[in-house]
Protein backbone atom coordinates (compact mmCIF):
# COMPACT_ATOMS: atom_id res chain seq x y z
CA UNK A 1 0.00 0.00 0.00
CA UNK A 2 2.58 2.23 0.18
CA UNK A 3 3.04 2.34 -3.13
CA UNK A 4 -0.10 4.55 -3.04
CA UNK A 5 0.97 7.29 -0.62
CA UNK A 6 1.76 10.09 -2.65
CA UNK A 7 5.65 10.29 -1.69
CA UNK A 8 6.72 11.07 -4.94
CA UNK A 9 5.50 14.97 -6.07
CA UNK A 10 5.97 15.91 -9.36
CA UNK A 11 9.12 18.16 -8.18
CA UNK A 12 10.47 14.87 -6.59
CA UNK A 13 10.68 12.78 -10.00
CA UNK A 14 11.97 15.85 -11.37
CA UNK A 15 14.54 16.07 -9.54
CA UNK A 16 15.20 12.48 -9.48
CA UNK A 17 15.13 12.08 -13.44
CA UNK A 18 17.87 15.21 -13.72
CA UNK A 19 19.90 13.62 -11.26
CA UNK A 20 19.82 9.91 -12.96
CA UNK A 21 20.27 11.70 -16.17
CA UNK A 22 23.13 13.28 -15.28
CA UNK A 23 24.20 9.79 -14.07
CA UNK A 24 23.11 8.37 -17.98
CA UNK A 25 25.16 11.33 -19.45
CA UNK A 26 28.52 10.37 -17.00
CA UNK A 27 28.18 6.44 -17.98
CA UNK A 28 27.74 7.38 -22.26
CA UNK A 29 30.52 9.34 -22.07
CA UNK A 30 32.31 7.26 -19.99
CA UNK A 31 31.36 4.18 -22.59
CA UNK A 32 32.00 6.25 -25.78
CA UNK A 33 35.96 6.25 -24.12
CA UNK A 34 36.28 3.01 -23.50
CA UNK A 35 36.98 0.62 -26.02
CA UNK A 36 38.97 -2.16 -28.03
CA UNK A 37 41.40 0.68 -29.35
CA UNK A 38 42.83 3.43 -27.57
CA UNK A 39 41.85 6.94 -28.79
CA UNK A 40 42.59 10.23 -27.74
CA UNK A 41 39.58 12.18 -27.46
CA UNK A 42 41.72 15.85 -28.49
CA UNK A 43 42.36 14.30 -31.57
CA UNK A 44 39.66 13.41 -32.50
CA UNK A 45 38.01 16.59 -31.77
CA UNK A 46 40.57 18.85 -33.38
CA UNK A 47 40.95 16.08 -36.95
CA UNK A 48 38.04 14.75 -38.09
CA UNK A 49 39.52 12.72 -40.68
CA UNK A 50 41.98 10.99 -37.93
CA UNK A 51 41.04 7.22 -36.80
CA UNK A 52 40.43 8.79 -33.63
CA UNK A 53 37.89 10.41 -34.41
CA UNK A 54 36.29 7.35 -36.51
CA UNK A 55 36.28 4.79 -34.14
CA UNK A 56 34.56 7.67 -31.50
CA UNK A 57 32.36 8.88 -33.47
CA UNK A 58 31.54 6.88 -36.60
CA UNK A 59 32.03 3.07 -34.62
CA UNK A 60 31.47 3.81 -31.08
CA UNK A 61 28.78 6.32 -30.54
CA UNK A 62 26.15 5.43 -32.45
CA UNK A 63 26.77 1.98 -30.96
CA UNK A 64 26.65 3.48 -27.43
CA UNK A 65 23.31 5.82 -28.42
CA UNK A 66 21.32 2.82 -29.36
CA UNK A 67 22.31 1.02 -26.66
CA UNK A 68 21.04 3.49 -24.61
CA UNK A 69 17.72 4.20 -26.32
CA UNK A 70 17.35 0.07 -26.47
CA UNK A 71 17.96 -0.22 -22.62
CA UNK A 72 15.46 2.78 -22.34
CA UNK A 73 12.44 0.91 -23.70
CA UNK A 74 13.32 -2.56 -22.69
CA UNK A 75 13.43 -1.76 -19.02
CA UNK A 76 10.17 0.48 -18.88
CA UNK A 77 8.53 -2.31 -20.77
CA UNK A 78 9.41 -4.82 -18.14
CA UNK A 79 8.06 -2.60 -15.55
CA UNK A 80 4.65 -1.97 -17.76
CA UNK A 81 4.20 -5.82 -17.95
CA UNK A 82 4.57 -6.41 -14.29
CA UNK A 83 1.88 -4.34 -13.75
CA UNK A 84 0.01 -5.48 -16.30
CA UNK A 85 -0.05 -9.31 -15.24
CA UNK A 86 0.26 -8.34 -11.80
CA UNK A 87 3.75 -10.71 -12.04
CA UNK A 88 6.56 -9.32 -10.88
CA UNK A 89 8.59 -11.79 -13.15
CA UNK A 90 7.01 -10.83 -16.27
CA UNK A 91 9.89 -9.03 -19.18
CA UNK A 92 8.80 -8.66 -22.72
CA UNK A 93 11.64 -11.34 -23.30
CA UNK A 94 10.04 -14.14 -20.61
CA UNK A 95 6.91 -13.85 -22.13
CA UNK A 96 7.79 -14.35 -25.47
CA UNK A 97 6.47 -10.74 -26.83
CA UNK A 98 9.86 -9.99 -28.04
CA UNK A 99 9.95 -13.03 -29.31
CA UNK A 100 6.40 -12.40 -31.38
CA UNK A 101 7.99 -8.92 -32.88
CA UNK A 102 11.51 -10.67 -34.04
CA UNK A 103 9.39 -13.26 -35.94
CA UNK A 104 7.42 -10.64 -37.06
CA UNK A 105 10.24 -8.77 -37.70
CA UNK A 106 12.11 -11.78 -39.64
CA UNK A 107 9.27 -11.74 -41.73
CA UNK A 108 9.19 -9.01 -42.75
CA UNK A 109 13.15 -8.36 -43.04
CA UNK A 110 12.51 -11.42 -45.74
CA UNK A 111 9.67 -9.69 -46.99
CA UNK A 112 10.97 -6.46 -47.41
CA UNK A 113 14.45 -5.90 -46.48
CA UNK A 114 16.22 -3.76 -44.53
CA UNK A 115 16.60 -0.42 -46.16
CA UNK A 116 16.48 2.82 -44.74
CA UNK A 117 12.34 3.53 -44.64
CA UNK A 118 11.72 -0.25 -44.05
CA UNK A 119 14.35 0.05 -40.88
CA UNK A 120 12.47 3.11 -39.51
CA UNK A 121 9.20 2.26 -40.27
CA UNK A 122 8.35 -1.18 -41.82
CA UNK A 123 10.41 -3.77 -39.38
CA UNK A 124 9.72 -1.55 -36.31
CA UNK A 125 5.66 -1.85 -37.12
CA UNK A 126 5.93 -5.27 -38.22
CA UNK A 127 7.81 -6.33 -34.76
CA UNK A 128 4.97 -4.28 -32.98
CA UNK A 129 2.47 -6.15 -34.32
CA UNK A 130 4.20 -9.06 -33.16
CA UNK A 131 4.50 -7.84 -29.75
CA UNK A 132 1.07 -7.03 -29.86
CA UNK A 133 -0.20 -10.01 -31.08
CA UNK A 134 2.00 -11.97 -28.34
CA UNK A 135 1.05 -9.59 -25.59
CA UNK A 136 -2.96 -10.37 -26.95
CA UNK A 137 -2.09 -14.49 -26.82
CA UNK A 138 -0.79 -14.17 -23.14
CA UNK A 139 -3.74 -12.38 -22.05
CA UNK A 140 -6.29 -14.32 -23.72
CA UNK A 141 -4.18 -18.08 -22.33
CA UNK A 142 -3.09 -16.62 -19.23
CA UNK A 143 -6.80 -16.55 -18.19
CA UNK A 144 -8.63 -19.06 -15.70
CA UNK A 145 -12.58 -18.73 -16.51
CA UNK A 146 -12.32 -15.26 -17.20
CA UNK A 147 -9.92 -14.19 -14.55
CA UNK A 148 -5.75 -13.43 -15.50
CA UNK A 149 -3.65 -15.98 -13.47
CA UNK A 150 -0.20 -14.37 -13.40
CA UNK A 151 1.46 -18.25 -13.27
CA UNK A 152 -0.75 -19.00 -15.74
CA UNK A 153 0.09 -15.87 -17.86
CA UNK A 154 3.91 -16.26 -17.39
CA UNK A 155 3.46 -20.04 -18.11
CA UNK A 156 1.62 -19.08 -21.43
CA UNK A 157 4.59 -16.62 -22.66
CA UNK A 158 7.22 -19.31 -22.09
CA UNK A 159 5.24 -21.36 -24.44
CA UNK A 160 5.15 -18.69 -26.76
CA UNK A 161 8.34 -17.64 -26.70
CA UNK A 162 9.80 -21.45 -27.70
CA UNK A 163 7.31 -21.20 -30.80
CA UNK A 164 8.28 -17.93 -31.88
CA UNK A 165 11.46 -19.20 -32.02
CA UNK A 166 10.57 -22.12 -34.00
CA UNK A 167 9.00 -20.11 -36.31
CA UNK A 168 11.78 -17.81 -36.79
CA UNK A 169 14.10 -20.82 -37.62
CA UNK A 170 11.26 -21.75 -39.80
CA UNK A 171 11.62 -18.63 -41.69
CA UNK A 172 15.29 -18.92 -41.77
CA UNK A 173 15.07 -22.92 -43.45
CA UNK A 174 12.44 -21.58 -46.45
CA UNK A 175 13.94 -18.12 -46.81
CA UNK A 176 17.12 -17.23 -49.59
CA UNK A 177 20.50 -17.93 -48.17
CA UNK A 178 21.05 -14.36 -47.85
CA UNK A 179 18.19 -13.58 -45.66
CA UNK A 180 18.83 -16.18 -43.52
CA UNK A 181 22.19 -14.26 -42.56
CA UNK A 182 20.21 -11.23 -42.16
CA UNK A 183 17.48 -12.89 -39.91
CA UNK A 184 20.48 -14.49 -37.56
CA UNK A 185 20.54 -11.36 -35.57
CA UNK A 186 16.50 -11.66 -34.27
CA UNK A 187 17.41 -14.68 -32.66
CA UNK A 188 19.95 -13.43 -30.33
CA UNK A 189 19.94 -9.96 -29.73
CA UNK A 190 22.97 -7.23 -31.01
CA UNK A 191 23.82 -4.04 -30.70
CA UNK A 192 24.91 -2.61 -34.46
CA UNK A 193 25.23 0.58 -35.77
CA UNK A 194 21.89 1.83 -37.18
CA UNK A 195 20.84 4.51 -39.88
CA UNK A 196 20.32 7.83 -38.17
CA UNK A 197 16.27 7.65 -39.51
CA UNK A 198 15.84 4.23 -37.64
CA UNK A 199 17.00 5.87 -34.42
CA UNK A 200 15.23 8.68 -34.54
CA UNK A 201 12.19 6.45 -35.03
CA UNK A 202 12.97 4.43 -32.19
CA UNK A 203 13.56 7.78 -29.83
CA UNK A 204 10.30 8.83 -30.82
CA UNK A 205 8.57 5.59 -30.17
CA UNK A 206 10.49 5.46 -26.70
CA UNK A 207 9.27 8.88 -25.50
CA UNK A 208 5.88 9.03 -26.72
CA UNK A 209 5.20 5.51 -25.33
CA UNK A 210 7.12 6.70 -21.97
CA UNK A 211 4.96 10.09 -21.64
CA UNK A 212 2.33 7.77 -21.73
CA UNK A 213 3.18 5.68 -19.39
CA UNK A 214 4.34 8.57 -17.07
CA UNK A 215 0.78 9.42 -16.95
CA UNK A 216 -0.71 6.67 -16.23
CA UNK A 217 1.90 6.27 -13.45
CA UNK A 218 -1.32 6.44 -10.48
CA UNK A 219 -3.27 4.36 -11.95
CA UNK A 220 -0.19 1.55 -12.55
CA UNK A 221 0.23 2.21 -8.88
CA UNK A 222 -3.49 1.42 -8.07
CA UNK A 223 -3.35 -2.06 -10.92
CA UNK A 224 -0.39 -3.61 -8.87
CA UNK A 225 -2.83 -4.15 -6.16
CA UNK A 226 -5.71 -5.71 -7.97
CA UNK A 227 -7.70 -5.03 -10.38
CA UNK A 228 -10.96 -4.83 -8.15
CA UNK A 229 -9.46 -2.72 -5.65
CA UNK A 230 -8.44 -0.44 -8.38
CA UNK A 231 -11.39 -0.19 -10.14
CA UNK A 232 -12.48 0.85 -6.10
CA UNK A 233 -10.24 3.58 -6.52
CA UNK A 234 -11.99 4.82 -9.44
CA UNK A 235 -9.31 3.92 -11.83
CA UNK A 236 -10.54 2.59 -15.20
CA UNK A 237 -8.78 -0.62 -15.60
CA UNK A 238 -9.86 -2.18 -18.57
CA UNK A 239 -8.45 1.36 -20.11
CA UNK A 240 -5.49 1.35 -18.28
CA UNK A 241 -4.68 -2.18 -18.90
CA UNK A 242 -4.52 -1.31 -22.84
CA UNK A 243 -2.87 1.92 -22.78
CA UNK A 244 -0.13 -0.41 -20.50
CA UNK A 245 -0.57 -3.52 -23.08
CA UNK A 246 0.15 -0.80 -26.52
CA UNK A 247 2.65 1.56 -24.86
CA UNK A 248 4.89 -1.89 -23.56
CA UNK A 249 3.92 -3.67 -26.59
CA UNK A 250 5.68 -0.36 -29.01
CA UNK A 251 8.19 -0.29 -26.75
CA UNK A 252 9.41 -3.78 -26.92
CA UNK A 253 8.49 -3.64 -30.98
CA UNK A 254 10.63 -0.31 -31.38
CA UNK A 255 13.38 -1.79 -29.86
CA UNK A 256 13.44 -5.51 -31.41
CA UNK A 257 13.14 -3.94 -35.14
CA UNK A 258 16.96 -2.75 -34.08
CA UNK A 259 18.49 -4.66 -32.00
CA UNK A 260 16.24 -8.16 -31.88
CA UNK A 261 15.53 -10.08 -28.64
CA UNK A 262 18.02 -8.55 -25.67
CA UNK A 263 16.88 -10.60 -22.49
CA UNK A 264 16.04 -10.13 -18.94
CA UNK A 265 16.52 -5.77 -19.35
CA UNK A 266 13.46 -5.86 -17.97
CA UNK A 267 13.90 -7.82 -15.25
CA UNK A 268 17.17 -7.41 -14.08
CA UNK A 269 16.76 -3.40 -13.99
CA UNK A 270 13.16 -2.39 -12.86
CA UNK A 271 13.97 -4.95 -9.71
CA UNK A 272 16.87 -3.09 -8.55
CA UNK A 273 16.02 0.18 -9.00
CA UNK A 274 12.44 -0.68 -6.55
CA UNK A 275 14.71 -1.22 -4.15
CA UNK A 276 16.38 2.36 -4.17
CA UNK A 277 13.43 4.08 -5.46
CA UNK A 278 10.69 2.03 -4.34
CA UNK A 279 7.63 0.82 -6.25
CA UNK A 280 5.79 3.81 -6.93
CA UNK A 281 5.40 4.11 -10.88
CA UNK A 282 5.74 8.05 -11.34
CA UNK A 283 9.69 7.35 -9.86
CA UNK A 284 10.05 3.54 -11.01
CA UNK A 285 9.05 4.58 -15.00
CA UNK A 286 11.60 6.89 -15.07
CA UNK A 287 14.43 5.78 -12.98
CA UNK A 288 14.11 2.43 -14.83
CA UNK A 289 14.27 4.35 -18.47
CA UNK A 290 17.43 5.69 -17.25
CA UNK A 291 18.18 2.97 -15.90
CA UNK A 292 17.96 0.61 -18.79
CA UNK A 293 20.09 2.93 -20.60
CA UNK A 294 23.01 2.11 -17.89
CA UNK A 295 22.59 -1.52 -17.67
CA UNK A 296 22.47 -2.22 -21.58
CA UNK A 297 25.30 0.42 -22.39
CA UNK A 298 27.30 -1.58 -19.50
CA UNK A 299 26.67 -4.72 -21.23
CA UNK A 300 27.11 -3.46 -24.95
CA UNK A 301 30.80 -1.69 -23.49
CA UNK A 302 31.12 -5.25 -22.47
CA UNK A 303 30.21 -6.92 -25.13
CA UNK A 304 33.01 -4.66 -27.25
CA UNK A 305 35.84 -5.05 -25.14
CA UNK A 306 35.26 -8.88 -24.96
CA UNK A 307 36.56 -8.73 -28.04
CA UNK A 308 40.58 -8.15 -26.70
CA UNK A 309 39.75 -11.33 -24.72
CA UNK A 310 38.26 -14.10 -27.16
CA UNK A 311 38.91 -12.24 -30.45
CA UNK A 312 35.22 -12.26 -31.57
CA UNK A 313 32.44 -9.94 -30.89
CA UNK A 314 29.51 -11.86 -29.10
CA UNK A 315 26.36 -10.69 -29.37
CA UNK A 316 24.98 -8.71 -26.34
CA UNK A 317 21.79 -10.70 -25.74
CA UNK A 318 24.71 -13.55 -24.29
CA UNK A 319 25.54 -11.15 -22.14
CA UNK A 320 22.26 -9.77 -20.49
CA UNK A 321 21.61 -13.33 -20.28
CA UNK A 322 24.33 -14.18 -18.65
CA UNK A 323 23.84 -11.37 -16.20
CA UNK A 324 19.69 -11.79 -15.99
CA UNK A 325 18.96 -15.43 -15.83
CA UNK A 326 20.74 -15.96 -12.45
CA UNK A 327 19.07 -13.04 -11.01
CA UNK A 328 15.65 -13.90 -12.38
CA UNK A 329 16.06 -17.20 -10.52
CA UNK A 330 17.30 -15.80 -7.49
CA UNK A 331 13.82 -13.65 -7.50
CA UNK A 332 11.87 -17.06 -8.60
CA UNK A 333 13.96 -18.46 -5.37
CA UNK A 334 13.03 -15.26 -3.00
CA UNK A 335 9.30 -14.31 -4.57
CA UNK A 336 7.93 -17.53 -5.74
CA UNK A 337 5.62 -17.82 -9.15
CA UNK A 338 2.67 -17.55 -7.74
CA UNK A 339 2.76 -14.66 -5.00
CA UNK A 340 2.41 -12.19 -7.37
CA UNK A 341 3.91 -9.28 -4.66
CA UNK A 342 5.59 -6.34 -6.69
CA UNK B 1 18.17 -71.71 -41.24
CA UNK B 2 18.63 -68.85 -39.32
CA UNK B 3 22.55 -69.56 -39.04
CA UNK B 4 22.75 -69.82 -42.82
CA UNK B 5 20.75 -66.47 -43.29
CA UNK B 6 23.53 -64.77 -40.79
CA UNK B 7 26.87 -66.02 -42.26
CA UNK B 8 25.25 -64.98 -45.21
CA UNK B 9 24.98 -61.55 -44.59
CA UNK B 10 27.97 -61.36 -42.74
CA UNK B 11 29.62 -62.24 -45.52
CA UNK B 12 28.34 -59.84 -47.53
CA UNK B 13 29.26 -57.28 -44.77
CA UNK B 14 32.80 -58.90 -45.55
CA UNK B 15 33.42 -56.90 -49.26
CA UNK B 16 36.08 -58.60 -50.60
CA UNK B 17 37.78 -55.66 -52.89
CA UNK B 18 35.49 -56.32 -56.18
CA UNK B 19 37.00 -56.52 -59.72
CA UNK B 20 37.16 -52.85 -60.89
CA UNK B 21 37.25 -50.94 -57.92
CA UNK B 22 39.26 -48.33 -56.96
CA UNK B 23 40.65 -46.76 -53.38
CA UNK B 24 40.70 -43.00 -53.63
CA UNK B 25 41.58 -40.78 -50.78
CA UNK B 26 39.67 -37.43 -49.82
CA UNK B 27 40.12 -34.39 -48.29
CA UNK B 28 40.13 -36.10 -44.54
CA UNK B 29 43.14 -38.79 -45.59
CA UNK B 30 40.54 -41.16 -45.15
CA UNK B 31 40.35 -44.32 -48.01
CA UNK B 32 37.56 -44.56 -49.98
CA UNK B 33 36.65 -47.32 -52.33
CA UNK B 34 34.80 -46.56 -55.25
CA UNK B 35 33.82 -48.84 -58.52
CA UNK B 36 32.68 -46.87 -61.48
CA UNK B 37 30.75 -43.99 -60.05
CA UNK B 38 27.41 -43.55 -62.43
CA UNK B 39 25.38 -41.49 -60.01
CA UNK B 40 26.87 -38.92 -57.53
CA UNK B 41 25.34 -36.82 -55.04
CA UNK B 42 26.77 -33.29 -54.32
CA UNK B 43 25.92 -31.47 -50.59
CA UNK B 44 28.14 -28.27 -51.88
CA UNK B 45 28.50 -25.90 -54.19
CA UNK B 46 31.68 -26.18 -54.74
CA UNK B 47 31.54 -30.08 -55.33
CA UNK B 48 28.92 -29.41 -57.40
CA UNK B 49 30.86 -26.98 -59.60
CA UNK B 50 33.72 -29.18 -59.85
CA UNK B 51 31.90 -32.33 -61.01
CA UNK B 52 30.50 -29.93 -63.95
CA UNK B 53 33.77 -28.41 -65.05
CA UNK B 54 35.33 -32.06 -65.01
CA UNK B 55 32.76 -32.68 -67.46
CA UNK B 56 30.72 -34.91 -65.67
CA UNK B 57 27.59 -33.30 -64.81
CA UNK B 58 25.48 -36.20 -66.37
CA UNK B 59 25.88 -38.27 -63.16
CA UNK B 60 24.88 -35.91 -60.62
CA UNK B 61 21.42 -37.31 -59.56
CA UNK B 62 21.37 -34.79 -56.40
CA UNK B 63 22.55 -31.64 -55.33
CA UNK B 64 21.87 -29.38 -51.67
CA UNK B 65 19.77 -26.41 -51.96
CA UNK B 66 22.76 -23.84 -52.75
CA UNK B 67 24.39 -25.62 -55.93
CA UNK B 68 22.84 -23.02 -58.03
CA UNK B 69 26.00 -22.89 -60.77
CA UNK B 70 26.02 -24.05 -63.66
CA UNK B 71 22.71 -23.62 -64.59
CA UNK B 72 22.12 -26.59 -65.40
CA UNK B 73 22.45 -28.09 -62.01
CA UNK B 74 19.42 -26.14 -61.34
CA UNK B 75 17.25 -28.76 -62.34
CA UNK B 76 18.71 -31.34 -60.38
CA UNK B 77 16.82 -33.37 -58.00
CA UNK B 78 17.27 -30.73 -54.30
CA UNK B 79 18.34 -33.08 -51.52
CA UNK B 80 17.84 -30.62 -48.54
CA UNK B 81 20.46 -27.82 -47.03
CA UNK B 82 23.82 -28.40 -46.71
CA UNK B 83 23.72 -29.02 -42.82
CA UNK B 84 20.19 -31.56 -43.04
CA UNK B 85 19.89 -33.16 -46.21
CA UNK B 86 17.55 -35.77 -46.77
CA UNK B 87 18.85 -39.05 -45.67
CA UNK B 88 15.61 -40.60 -47.19
CA UNK B 89 15.73 -38.75 -50.30
CA UNK B 90 19.20 -39.43 -50.86
CA UNK B 91 19.15 -43.28 -50.18
CA UNK B 92 16.19 -43.56 -53.08
CA UNK B 93 18.61 -41.91 -55.22
CA UNK B 94 21.21 -44.73 -54.80
CA UNK B 95 24.44 -42.46 -55.15
CA UNK B 96 27.63 -44.35 -55.74
CA UNK B 97 29.33 -41.61 -54.38
CA UNK B 98 28.29 -38.53 -51.99
CA UNK B 99 30.50 -35.18 -52.47
CA UNK B 100 30.27 -32.88 -48.65
CA UNK B 101 32.57 -30.49 -47.81
CA UNK B 102 34.02 -29.83 -44.32
CA UNK B 103 33.42 -25.99 -45.52
CA UNK B 104 29.74 -26.47 -45.59
CA UNK B 105 28.45 -29.83 -44.08
CA UNK B 106 28.68 -31.03 -40.66
CA UNK B 107 30.31 -33.74 -39.05
CA UNK B 108 26.86 -35.38 -37.86
CA UNK B 109 25.55 -35.16 -41.19
CA UNK B 110 28.63 -37.37 -42.80
CA UNK B 111 28.28 -39.67 -39.95
CA UNK B 112 24.67 -40.12 -40.64
CA UNK B 113 25.34 -40.90 -44.45
CA UNK B 114 28.09 -43.55 -43.59
CA UNK B 115 25.70 -45.19 -40.97
CA UNK B 116 23.05 -45.35 -44.17
CA UNK B 117 26.29 -47.10 -46.16
CA UNK B 118 26.85 -44.47 -48.03
CA UNK B 119 30.50 -43.58 -49.68
CA UNK B 120 31.14 -40.11 -48.75
CA UNK B 121 33.89 -38.01 -49.85
CA UNK B 122 35.16 -35.04 -48.04
CA UNK B 123 36.47 -32.21 -49.24
CA UNK B 124 38.86 -29.99 -47.19
CA UNK B 125 40.13 -26.98 -49.01
CA UNK B 126 41.50 -24.11 -46.38
CA UNK B 127 44.33 -22.78 -49.32
CA UNK B 128 44.13 -22.79 -53.22
CA UNK B 129 46.65 -25.49 -53.32
CA UNK B 130 44.14 -27.69 -51.19
CA UNK B 131 41.34 -26.73 -53.41
CA UNK B 132 43.10 -27.99 -56.60
CA UNK B 133 44.05 -31.17 -54.75
CA UNK B 134 40.36 -31.74 -54.13
CA UNK B 135 39.74 -31.49 -57.96
CA UNK B 136 41.98 -34.19 -58.53
CA UNK B 137 41.00 -36.04 -55.95
CA UNK B 138 37.14 -35.67 -57.11
CA UNK B 139 38.93 -36.59 -60.81
CA UNK B 140 40.19 -39.55 -59.51
CA UNK B 141 36.96 -40.78 -57.83
CA UNK B 142 35.32 -39.77 -60.73
CA UNK B 143 37.46 -41.59 -63.35
CA UNK B 144 37.88 -37.67 -64.53
CA UNK B 145 41.52 -38.36 -63.97
CA UNK B 146 42.40 -36.55 -67.22
CA UNK B 147 40.12 -33.64 -67.19
CA UNK B 148 40.99 -32.49 -63.81
CA UNK B 149 44.81 -32.85 -64.41
CA UNK B 150 44.07 -30.19 -67.28
CA UNK B 151 41.24 -28.15 -65.44
CA UNK B 152 44.24 -27.60 -62.51
CA UNK B 153 47.03 -27.03 -65.35
CA UNK B 154 44.74 -24.16 -66.70
CA UNK B 155 43.46 -22.95 -63.45
CA UNK B 156 47.56 -22.54 -62.69
CA UNK B 157 47.96 -20.77 -65.84
CA UNK B 158 45.69 -18.70 -64.56
CA UNK B 159 46.83 -18.05 -61.67
CA UNK B 160 50.28 -17.72 -62.79
CA UNK B 161 49.24 -14.21 -64.86
CA UNK B 162 48.14 -12.68 -61.65
CA UNK B 163 51.16 -10.04 -61.42
CA UNK B 164 52.47 -10.27 -57.71
CA UNK B 165 52.78 -7.57 -55.88
CA UNK B 166 56.17 -6.14 -53.56
CA UNK B 167 55.01 -5.22 -51.49
CA UNK B 168 51.27 -7.07 -50.78
CA UNK B 169 48.43 -4.23 -50.06
CA UNK B 170 46.66 -4.52 -47.27
CA UNK B 171 42.97 -5.90 -47.79
CA UNK B 172 40.16 -6.62 -46.06
CA UNK B 173 37.28 -9.22 -47.30
CA UNK B 174 34.00 -8.43 -45.67
CA UNK B 175 31.49 -11.28 -45.31
CA UNK B 176 28.85 -9.45 -44.10
CA UNK B 177 28.64 -5.51 -42.81
CA UNK B 178 26.67 -5.47 -40.18
CA UNK B 179 27.41 -7.24 -37.57
CA UNK B 180 31.06 -7.19 -39.22
CA UNK B 181 32.02 -10.83 -40.36
CA UNK B 182 34.80 -10.75 -42.39
CA UNK B 183 37.27 -13.45 -43.24
CA UNK B 184 40.59 -14.13 -40.90
CA UNK B 185 43.35 -16.93 -41.17
CA UNK B 186 43.27 -20.52 -41.64
CA UNK B 187 40.76 -20.39 -44.61
CA UNK B 188 40.98 -20.72 -48.37
CA UNK B 189 39.11 -17.15 -48.67
CA UNK B 190 42.48 -15.25 -46.89
CA UNK B 191 44.93 -17.68 -49.03
CA UNK B 192 42.85 -16.35 -52.63
CA UNK B 193 43.95 -12.88 -51.46
CA UNK B 194 47.40 -13.75 -50.75
CA UNK B 195 47.42 -14.84 -54.53
CA UNK B 196 45.76 -11.69 -55.64
CA UNK B 197 48.69 -9.68 -54.16
CA UNK B 198 46.96 -9.00 -51.40
CA UNK B 199 47.83 -8.89 -47.55
CA UNK B 200 44.89 -10.09 -45.08
CA UNK B 201 45.11 -7.10 -42.47
CA UNK B 202 42.31 -9.75 -40.44
CA UNK B 203 45.70 -11.15 -38.74
CA UNK B 204 44.70 -11.62 -35.32
CA UNK B 205 42.59 -14.31 -33.96
CA UNK B 206 42.25 -17.71 -34.74
CA UNK B 207 38.38 -18.35 -36.16
CA UNK B 208 38.34 -18.46 -39.91
CA UNK B 209 35.36 -15.90 -40.07
CA UNK B 210 35.20 -13.84 -36.77
CA UNK B 211 32.62 -11.32 -35.81
CA UNK B 212 35.03 -8.53 -35.76
CA UNK B 213 35.33 -5.46 -33.96
CA UNK B 214 34.63 -2.44 -35.81
CA UNK B 215 37.32 -0.09 -34.53
CA UNK B 216 40.12 -2.94 -34.81
CA UNK B 217 38.93 -2.95 -38.18
CA UNK B 218 39.91 0.68 -38.45
CA UNK B 219 43.00 0.60 -36.82
CA UNK B 220 44.03 -1.77 -39.55
CA UNK B 221 43.58 0.63 -42.22
CA UNK B 222 43.16 -1.63 -45.27
CA UNK B 223 43.74 -0.10 -48.67
CA UNK B 224 41.23 -2.27 -50.05
CA UNK B 225 38.34 -3.68 -49.03
CA UNK B 226 35.98 -6.25 -50.60
CA UNK B 227 32.37 -6.49 -49.44
CA UNK B 228 31.20 -10.14 -50.91
CA UNK B 229 27.46 -10.01 -52.64
CA UNK B 230 25.12 -12.41 -51.67
CA UNK B 231 22.62 -14.00 -54.37
CA UNK B 232 20.47 -11.77 -53.58
CA UNK B 233 22.70 -8.60 -54.08
CA UNK B 234 24.60 -6.85 -52.00
CA UNK B 235 24.26 -6.07 -48.39
CA UNK B 236 24.27 -2.30 -47.35
CA UNK B 237 27.64 -0.42 -47.50
CA UNK B 238 26.83 1.90 -45.10
CA UNK B 239 27.77 0.45 -42.11
CA UNK B 240 31.32 0.22 -43.75
CA UNK B 241 31.27 3.69 -45.64
CA UNK B 242 31.11 6.00 -42.53
CA UNK B 243 34.67 4.64 -41.41
CA UNK B 244 35.65 6.91 -43.29
CA UNK B 245 39.69 7.18 -42.01
CA UNK B 246 40.02 4.06 -43.34
CA UNK B 247 42.01 4.42 -46.51
CA UNK B 248 39.99 1.94 -48.60
CA UNK B 249 36.91 4.21 -47.49
CA UNK B 250 38.41 7.60 -48.31
CA UNK B 251 39.94 6.39 -51.45
CA UNK B 252 36.86 5.03 -52.94
CA UNK B 253 38.18 1.07 -52.54
CA UNK B 254 35.31 -0.72 -51.32
CA UNK B 255 34.36 -2.92 -53.92
CA UNK B 256 31.65 -5.38 -54.36
CA UNK B 257 32.37 -8.84 -55.72
CA UNK B 258 30.72 -11.84 -56.28
CA UNK B 259 30.58 -13.48 -53.21
CA UNK B 260 30.10 -17.02 -55.16
CA UNK B 261 33.67 -16.93 -56.75
CA UNK B 262 35.43 -16.29 -53.08
CA UNK B 263 33.32 -17.60 -50.48
CA UNK B 264 33.03 -21.68 -52.86
CA UNK B 265 36.40 -23.54 -52.74
CA UNK B 266 35.79 -24.81 -56.55
CA UNK B 267 37.25 -23.67 -59.99
CA UNK B 268 35.81 -20.21 -59.99
CA UNK B 269 37.91 -18.81 -57.25
CA UNK B 270 40.84 -18.40 -59.66
CA UNK B 271 38.11 -16.02 -61.76
CA UNK B 272 38.01 -14.66 -57.99
CA UNK B 273 41.46 -14.08 -58.15
CA UNK B 274 41.67 -12.56 -61.02
CA UNK B 275 38.98 -9.95 -59.93
CA UNK B 276 40.51 -9.29 -56.64
CA UNK B 277 43.39 -8.43 -58.48
CA UNK B 278 42.10 -6.50 -61.12
CA UNK B 279 40.37 -4.38 -58.38
CA UNK B 280 43.87 -3.18 -56.68
CA UNK B 281 45.22 -0.02 -56.92
Known sequence: ?342 | MKWLAAIALLSACHRAPKLGTRTVTDGLGRSITVAHVQRVISLAPSSTEIIYALGAGDRVVGVDRYSDWPEAARKVTQVGTDMEPSLERMVTLHPDLVLVATTANAQRAVDNMAAVGLSVYVSRTDSLEQIFTDIEGIGRALERTDAATALVAALRARVAKVPVRAPPIPCAIVVWPAPLVVAGRGNHVDDLLRVAGCRNVVDDGSQPFPTYSTERLVKKAPEVVFVGTHATGAPSLDPLLALDSIPAVKNHRVHTIDGDLLFRPGPRVVEGIEALARLLP
Not at chain 1, 203 to 208: D, L, M, N, W
Not at chain 1, 218 to 223: C, K, R
Not at chain 1, 275 to 299: I, K, N, P
Open chain 1, 1 to 342: MSSLRPRWTRAAVVRLALLLGLGVAIVLAGASLVGVEHVSLLRALRDPGSDDATILFRARLPRVLLAALIGAALAPSGVAFQALLGNPLADPYVLGVSGGAAAAGTAALVLFGAGGLSSALVLPMSAFAGALGAVALVLVFGRVRGVLVPTVALLAGVVLNALMSAIIVGIRVVARPSAAHEALYWLSGSIQPAQPIALLALAIYVVVSLVVLQRNAVAMNALTIGGEAAEALGVDVARTRRTIFLCASLLTGGAVALAGPIGFVGIVVPHTLRLLVGSDHRALLVASALGGAVFLVFADTLTRMSFLVIGVEPTVGVLTALIGAPFFLVLLRQRGLGGASL
